[in-house]
């Protein structure tokens, strides 16, 4: 049954960190899967998991790297995946299968932000391929130890910044027809998490498997700024005239703990048992926005992006452009 987009009483908050999720938590004989589990907010997100007890597993693109940040957490298993390589998607599944037979959370974080133009091999415009292709055919590759979990949930990264002509975005999603630009081909995507959120949460119900799509706030000091001048951070608020982060979580600007915070809660928190397929933001389930047009909202999200035609065109294109199937 699809849940409705309104808040269910959650205790935490803007300020709430991970930590605070699962203070006394005790998780131990789960599994999880966290992309980008090696920097920013993923890497909050794969500690705290694996704090509680979690088997927590991390595909990084960056192997060193992922050692380098990783290194006081021997507990926390590094395997080679990049989002961008269908190949390599499909080799890190069929190691995860072989080796697990279930997967109780598959939290798809790995991102790429406003990045100039750049396709994968296929042509797919880097942004979307890594944001939603990479993520969509990992999530079907992974589809059997989902259902095996009888209970698992999937949580998909978006953003405020999702308001868009979901109409124009599946029209032309690789920007073969219109100019590139990209912060908007970034909005995109964030759109299209949620609506993989929606349609695979009413695919998934019937199998024990939720899906949940996050907003997880505006965190400045994190890897997806690196295509960003900081000048549109300090004009957005979310830095001082200096360049130095600027924390009000009310107002959306998070640190990591913070940003964290949402998308432990959507895949560990009691109160979301038999719910799915909505837009969390602030440790809660959001609004519902009137209206796809508008600014920005911390909590809310528009209709266009939790209609159930506009996610199964959405789903038809991810299969379509991965050869990608739930089995």
Known sequence: MTTAQFPIGSPFGAASTAQDILKGVNLSGKTAIVTGGYS????????????????????????????????DHP????????????????????????????????INNAGSMASPLARDARGNESQFSTNVLGHFQLTCRLWSALVAARGARVIALSSANHRIKVADFLHDPNFEHGEYDSWKAYANTKAANVLFAVALDSIGQRHGVRAFSVHPGGIFDTGLLRHTDVSLAIAA????????????????????????????????????????GVYCSDCEV??????????????????????????????????????????
């Open 40 to 71: 920013g907010i993923g890497l909050e997100a794969a500690r705290v998991l694996a704090s509680a007890g979690v088997k927590v597993v991390v595909p990084a693109r960056n192997i060193e790297k992922a050692k380098q940040t990783l290194a």
């Open 75 to 106: 507990e926390i298993l590094i395997e080679p995946m990049d989002l961008m390589d269908p190949t390599s998607v499909d080799a890190f599944a069929e190691r995860f299968l072989a080796a697990n037979k279930k997967l109780d959370i598959l």
């Open 237 to 276: 608020g979310m830095a001082d005239k200096d360049g130095n982060a600027i924390i009000d979580p009310e107002k959306g600007w998070k640190t990591r703990e913070q940003g964290a915070a949402t998308m432990v809660w959507a895949a560990t928190s009691t109160l979301l048992e038999g719910k799915g």
């Open 286 to 327: 959001g609004t519902q926005l009137a209206e796809d047009e508008g600014p920005l909202s911390t909590t809310g999200v528009t209709p266009g992006v939790k209609d159930s035609v506009n996610s199964g065109r959405l789903w038809q294109l991810c299969e379509q452009l991965t050869g990608a199937r739930l089995d």
